[in-house]
């Protein structure tokens, strides 16, 4: 012990002036470090809000100027009068066979893809370029896929303009999206699940199956979400290998060709013969458009968030 009265080394060290200034020090840098985390965190905060308030801009815009078109019977008949009259039934009812056909197809595929690229693909330079492939595909234009649409699966595969052709061709453009937020769903599983399940005596498929899919199965959804959010709303893809100009008759089969809303919109807003005598109707096709692809969105996320508090 230090005799009475005499300051210990570390009291001395505190009542130095060289302790004065690390402590200054210390305290300038978690200033500077605050200011730059409320920096940060407000830029955020700013784009999220200026991301909401355009959304809300343009559904205010178009509720405004879309509302009054919108009438039982614009909903339930086909369009007449060079289509300045009438409702958009074959085009609400051909885009939703064009979006549940691309995500029959794209879902499925893209999921066994992703399993496979996640669980089964050794890592190397094979899986390096298909990874970078999917990322390029995930960025081409959609008119891309729509002339690939077109030489494909209308000409060669000889289906001619009709749902399957559009509904392949939206499935071929949603498979990077849904692979690519799939294989992050799966590696979002915790390893212990797949070591536990492998103890037990499953075999690799039933652990994938029977633990790392389910587990998984809400970010898939997310993957879904999106896919069918961009399918629904694309009108380049299927101008060349689903949609025409006018057809009032509902489609019966695979093979027929249908109306949609996103081309509707462009033919009503661009070659239409009385464009000015239609800006209701645009306003209220692109109303009833917005509503559609936001109410599957909703209800495939009621359903995400029904999977999450199950698995909690």
């Known amino acids: 012990m230090s005799p009475p009265g005499k300051p210990t080394a570390a009291a001395a060290l505190e009542q130095s002036p060289a302790m004065d200034i690390l ?25 999220v809000a200026v991301t909401a308030l ?3 801009i343009i559904l205010f815009f178009m509720a ?11 909903l339930t008949q086909a369009p007449r009068n060079a289509m300045t009259e009438g409702g958009i039934l074959p085009c609400i009812v051909g885009t939703a066979s064009l979006a549940l056909g691309a995500m029959a197809v794209a879902f499925p ?36 896929f729509g002339l690939f649409g ?17 509904a392949l061709t939206l499935g071929a453009m949603s498979l990077p999206v849904i692979i690519g937020t799939t294989e992050e769903a799966l590696k979002a599983v915790p390893s212990t699940y797949r070591e536990a399940s492998l103890a037990l005596g499953a075999t690799k498929w039933q652990t994938i199956y029977r633990v790392v899919l ?16 961009r399918a629904a709303g694309e009108t380049a893809p299927i101008m060349f290998t689903a949609a025409v100009f006018f057809t009032p008759a509902l489609p019966s089969s695979l093979f027929d060709k249908v109306m949609a809303l996103p081309y509707h919109i462009y033919v009503l807003a661009t070659a239409g013969t009385e464009i000015e ?30 999977l999450r508090n199950k698995a909690k």
Not at 29 to 43: G, I, Q, Y
């Open 214 to 229: 389910p587990a998984a199965l809400p970010g898939i959804l997310t993957g879904g979400i999106l896919g069918i959010g």
């Open 23 to 47: 402590l200054q020090t210390h305290e300038a840098r978690l200033r500077r470090r605050k200011r730059m985390e409320w920096l940060v965190f407000f830029m955020f905060r700013s784009a």
């Open 109 to 144: 595929i893209g999921i066994a893809s992703a399993v496979y690229l996640n669980e089964y693909a050794r890592p190397g330079k094979i899986l390096r370029v298909i990874r970078i492939g999917i990322n390029n595909l995930a960025g081409v234009p959609s008119v891309v």
């Open 64 to 74: 405004a100027n879309g509302w009054r078109a919108v009438t039982w019977t614009f």
């Open 150 to 166: 077109l030489a494909f699966f209308v000409i060669y595969c000889q289906f001619g303009v009709s749902i399957l052709s559009g």
């Open 54 to 56: 355009a959304l809300l």
């Open 277 to 306: 005598a239609t800006r209701p109707l645009q306003y209220g096709t692109a109303l009833v458009l917005i509503t559609l692809v936001l109410g599957l969105n909703l209800t495939a996320i009621l359903y995400r968030s029904r």
